[in-house]
């Protein structure tokens, strides 16, 4: 069984501030990780890809993978009140599906 | 932009009967997915299905669940005999190339069973 393990939050951030968020995960042979948004009650929407080591920058964020620590978090800079969400890692080990994990919720505080 | 598009948005049903949802993939993608999400749970995945078959299936996905991409545009989700425990969020998504691609969900039924 595939796990993968985000920080429990809440995390609350001030307008403007930096939110960093955490991932691991158990499967070695993951190769593909991903960062999606969910705001309450709708769908995961894509916000970052990250395949090979090291950071990855896309606008106001950053993603970060290391492989032979198993882990790959997130940085949301200048947060905004717009960056409230549930953030959700999820994990592709060259099979035919997407693991999961449980969410960190952002709450942006203007 | 292109988007995956699902219906109905939500379905209420009784125990036992049989619904069937609905997904439009992004045209050009290959593979396709189902995922569920429980009130306040992870999103699980269901099954992924490439070149007209099943590619890889939960444990979730048993006997009551089915699959099918009945033309050249629709992916639907059948369950022939909904429980009180089949009531979530399904997404539909989508991806280009081989699964390790990157994935875009369209926006869910909520399936309520009564």
């Known amino acids: 069984q595939k796990e993968v393990e985000q920080n429990s939050g809440p995390l609350s951030v001030p307008e403007g501030a930096i939110a960093s968020l955490n991932c691991t995960y158990s499967?070695?042979?993951?190769?593909?990780f991903f960062w999606y948004r969910q705001y309450s009650g709708k769908s995961p929407e894509l916000i970052m890809s990250i395949y090979s080591n090291g950071d990855k920058e896309d606008g106001r964020f950053t993603a970060q993978l290391n492989k032979a620590s198993q882990y790959v978090s997130l940085l949301i800079r200048d947060s905004q009140p717009s960056d409230s969400a549930t953030y959700l890692c999820a994990v592709n080990g060259n099979d035919y599906k997407l693991s999961f994990g449980a969410g960190t919720t952002v709450t942006v505080r203007a | 932009e292109p988007e995956v598009t699902q219906t109905p948005s939500h379905q209420v049903t009784q125990m036992g009967q049989e619904v069937i949802l609905r997904c439009v993939p992004i045209?050009?993608?290959?593979?396709f997915y189902w995922y569920r999400q429980i009130l306040g749970q992870k999103v699980e995945f269901l099954v992924s299905?490439?070149?007209?078959?099943?590619?890889?299936k939960s444990e979730i996905f048993d006997d009551q669940f089915s699959v099918e991409r009945p033309d050249g545009s629709n992916f639907t989700l059948k369950i022939r005999s909904t429980k009180l425990e089949d009531s979530a969020m399904y997404f539909c998504?989508?991806?280009?190339?081989?699964?390790?691609?990157?994935?875009?969900f369209g926006q869910g039924t909520r399936l309520t069973v009564v």
């Open positions: 299905f490439y070149n007209n078959e099943i590619s890889e």
């Open positions: 998504a989508s991806t280009y190339g081989t699964p390790n691609t990157e994935a875009f």
């Open positions: 045209s050009n993608h290959l593979y």
């Open positions: 499967d070695r042979v993951s190769q593909s």
